[in-house]
């Protein structure tokens, strides 16, 4: 089970970096298109090459927890080098490190807010929180390692999440009792009333609090979640009446896509609703048009053939898949030089100048940032196998120019193929099901 938060780094970026690098916590540690002893002047250097793009982040900080006893250091380590690798697609530079000083082993992340790839910031939102989210429990899944149910609060802490699954948690009784009392009531007076009748002592300020029988501290409405705080309370119990009427759907009876037939016999719904069992019919007879047409279409005369091109076309989309893993490595190992390429150059005078200084203490104070980053990057770019003062940056831009068309046609290619065996897939899925329909229909006439 892996627990995420996220918050952003406004000014403390090197404080931040230097406590999830320590060493008597830090048992891994791994950095992406950065180094680690100078990661936060590559941010910053980031930040005023992509100045364009705005916002007061320097960088975002993730946690990654897991429950203790349950994975180790090394497969937390590489479960988050796999979630950033998904989530970010190589464009922002991180430090990733994975910490062992308590008893559950987690994963510390500082990665720049913004792109050294694209010039974009990093769009710090619900949305992106959660896919981030998704990507972690799935990860998990692969790993077989538990994950929270999607149905539970996000971003609780894992003792809570023990305490809810005990049955023992103070905030989801006061959730429930909240969400009960809001239901039976019609204005916030009579809410309050009713919640100190349940035996709750409320706090009323700058927050609104509950504190239960036997509850040592008060719990704010806040934590519980954004439904819970006083200003959302007043406004539940105000739109709790309201109606909204559900808009229509509007359907379209023509270029609708070939969809899976419904199997009669073994759909609930229609066994219980002569409505739906109807409108099923009707349904499938359109289907099973559509999938002759389409036969007639791609000149499919039998099920050998159409199995031969589900196989062919499956085998088309691996190997497309790969080739587009293939083009997104190069192209990250591309922007990295150019980045360690640019950062250089632009540092090359001040290291000479460094190199050549009668009193280097003296020049390495007024210079630090620009000689630090020049090692950083001349070791970077040896490390690559590259030679800086042997390439041109016009050659860089051509090289990462064509990966970039390359593996846009790849991706259109990739579209094209997937869009192609979902509709074999749901072709023979159709013909399964009008063959298995046929067949019970001329067994239920020979009995007759």
């Known amino acids: 089970m892996a627990i995420t938060k996220i918050w952003s780094i406004k000014q403390t970026l090197y404080l931040a970096m230097q406590y999830i690098l320590n060493p008597h916590k830090a048992a891994l540690v791994t950095s992406y298109a950065c180094a680690p002893e100078t990661a936060d002047l590559e941010f910053e250097l980031t930040l005023e090459q992509n100045s364009r793009s705005g916002g007061s982040n320097k960088a975002f900080h993730l946690l990654q927890s897991f429950k203790p006893h349950e994975t180790t250091p090394e497969q937390a380590h590489e479960i988050a080098k796999e979630m950033l690798e998904r989530h970010l697609k190589n464009k922002f530079e991180y430090i990733l490190t994975t910490h062992i000083d308590k008893e559950h082993i987690h994963n510390h992340i500082i990665f720049c807010a913004s792109s050294y ?32 149910p999607p149905t539970e609060n996000r971003g609780i802490s894992h003792y809570e999440w023990q305490m809810r699954q005990e049955g023992t948690s103070w905030k989801q009784e006061l959730q429930k009792a909240i969400d009960n009392t809001i239901k039976s009531t019609n204005s916030y007076a009579d809410f309050l009333t009713k919640m100190e009748l349940l035996g709750y002592e409320i706090k009323h300020g700058k927050h609104l609090a509950f504190r239960a029988k036997n509850q040592e501290r008060f719990t704010r409405g806040k934590r519980l979640g954004e439904e819970y705080t006083e200003e959302k309370i007043k406004s539940r119990i105000i739109q709790k009446d309201e109606f909204t009427a559900k808009k ?45 047409n389409l036969l007639n279409k791609y000149n499919i005369s039998s099920i050998e053939e159409l199995e031969n091109i589900i196989k062919q076309t499956s085998t088309q989309l691996q190997d497309v898949t790969s080739e587009i893993k293939m083009v997104e490595a190069n192209l990250a190992s591309q922007q990295q030089i ?29 210079h630090t940032s620009d000689i630090l980053l020049h090692q950083t990057s001349s070791k970077a770019l040896q490390k690559l196998k590259m030679n800086p003062d042997a390439i041109s940056s016009d050659s860089l831009f051509e090289s990462i120019s064509s990966q970039q068309k390359t593996k846009r046609q790849l991706n259109q290619e990739h579209k094209i193929l997937k869009k192609k065996l979902y509709e074999h897939q749901i072709i023979r899925q159709n013909i399964k099901l009008t063959l298995n329909s046929d067949i019970k229909s001329n067994k239920d006439n020979k009995e007759r």
């Open 248 to 292: 229509r759907k509007k359907i379209c009876s023509t270029n609708q896509p070939l969809s899976i037939m419904i199997e009669l016999d073994k759909n609930k719904k229609a066994i219980a609703n002569k409505g739906y069992e109807h409108w099923a019919k009707l349904h499938n007879l359109k289907q099973s048009a559509k999938t002759i």
């Open 117 to 148: 790839v694209d010039h974009k910031k990093y769009n710090d939102c619900d949305k992106t929180y959660y896919q981030l989210r998704a990507i972690s429990d799935e990860l998990c899944h692969e790993n077989d390692l538990s994950v929270i």
């Open 338 to 366: 150019k980045k360690y390429f640019n950062v250089y150059h632009q540092t090359k005078l001040s290291y000479s100048g460094y190199k050549k200084a009668k009193n280097r203490a003296t020049y390495y104070r007024s």
